[in-house]
Each structure stands twice: as C-alpha cells, then as structure tokens.
C-alpha cells in the first residue's frame, strides 16, 4: 500500500507539474552585462542579499545562482507592483530595463554557497514533501518544477537549493495568504493553501540544506 501510494503521489506530481507549466507566462529573458550592475549592486542591493548575492541575514533571499530571467521576471514585477514588498518597489521603482537585465545577468553568475540544514526532525518530512508530495492532500512534489536537486527549471520555476529556510517558509505562508500572487497561473497559491504549519517548516528546512 505504501508503495502504491508513492506512485500514486509522483504521478501525480508530475502530471500537476507539467500541466502548470504550460500555464506558466514566459519570463523576460535576461541578457544584461554583469560589469554594469556593480554599481547598483554595491551601493542597493548589497545591503540586504551582500555584494554576492550570498544572504547572510534569512529574512531576505539568497539570489547568487538563480537563474537570470526568474531575477528579471521578479525586478519587472516589484517595479509594477504585481509582487508587492515594502522594500523592493522603491528600489526597483528606480531600476531602467537595462539595469534590470544587468542585475539579472551579475546575480546569476554568483556562485551559491551550500548551506546546511539545522532542524534534524524536520529533515526526513520536508524530504518526504520534497520529493513525494503527498498524495493524501494533493500536494505535488516540489521536486517535479523545481527538481531533484533544487536548481529549478530555468525561465519557468526558480532554483531553490540552499535557499534560507525563513525565507521559504515566509513566501508559502504569503502564497497562501494571497500577499503574494506573482506566479502566472496561481500554482503555488493552490498548493500552498494544502500545506499544514508543520509541512512548510519541513519543507522549508530541507531546502535550506538541499544541494
């Protein structure tokens, strides 16, 4: 039985993935000039991400690694006011296309350091999650857009591997409230909303260590 219920929930998982997928938008593609953004990136964004994109602080998203359009797409859309932060509209509210696509293009380039998962009791439920989903609830695996390994599927779904764990918990809850609604076709919100407390705080901290 347990067995039949984990095909159950993989199939279901990637059927869930492939069909939003398709309904995912295209993303601005990135083809900035990494040199031109150091400015910006010293004198803005470093205060917040470090000058490479490596967080220190878990409040605010670690960027070094993630793909070049997911970074554009999210610029394009705190400066529109489609994904809302009282911290990034006015920051984004000042960036130029080309700003944003240089941006994009620096962050990318940046080498991601692997981080380690500190929670032990919550490591073998987010796996579980993770790659599973869960069948009962409905929950798809994250692994099916965002993969096995957490470098996500460029343009469509954004890397997550050794993203903070107060980070990615704070986003589902905003997906779930409806605070944040900026994924096209409204994927994480669906999925968010079948997420228990206890399955986001573990997911959450087997991404913080996934790599």
């Given amino acids: 039985m347990k067995y039949h219920a984990l095909i159950t929930g993989l199939l279901f998982a990637a ?15 990135a083809k900035g000039d990494a040199a031109k953004a150091q400015k910006i ?3 803005v964004c470093a205060a917040c991400h470090t000058s490479d994109g490596n967080s220190t602080n878990p409040t605010y998203p670690a960027l070094a690694g ?5 970074i554009a797409k999210q ?21 130029s296309e080309d700003d944003m696509q240089n941006l ?9 350091k692997v981080r380690m998962a500190k929670d032990a009791s ?7 999650i993770y790659k599973g989903g869960n ?11 965002h993969g096995p390994t957490g470098a996500g599927i460029p343009v469509q779904f954004p890397r997550l591997a050794g993203q903070h764990s107060k980070y990615v918990l ?39 260590g996934l790599r």
């Fill in 41 to 43: 990136v010293s004198e």
């Fill in 75 to 95: 610029l394009h859309e705190f400066k529109a006011g489609i994904r809302m932060n009282a911290t990034m509209a006015p920051n984004a509210a000042k960036l």
């Fill in 15 to 29: 059927t869930f993935g492939a069909n939003s997928w398709a309904s995912m938008p295209t993303t601005h593609a």
């Fill in 122 to 128: 919550l490591i073998a439920e987010g796996q579980k």
């Fill in 135 to 145: 069948a009962g609830s409905g929950v798809p695996a994250c692994a099916s857009c």
């Fill in 66 to 70: 993630q793909s070049p359009e997911y």
């Fill in 170 to 208: 704070s986003q589902l809850k905003n997906f779930r409230s409806g605070d944040r609604s900026n994924d096209g076709g409204k994927m994480m919100e669906t999925i968010a909303r079948k997420l228990t407390d206890q399955e986001m705080k573990a997911v959450a901290e087997y991404i913080n």
């Fill in 104 to 112: 994009a293009a620096f962050f990318s380039a940046q080498q991601p």
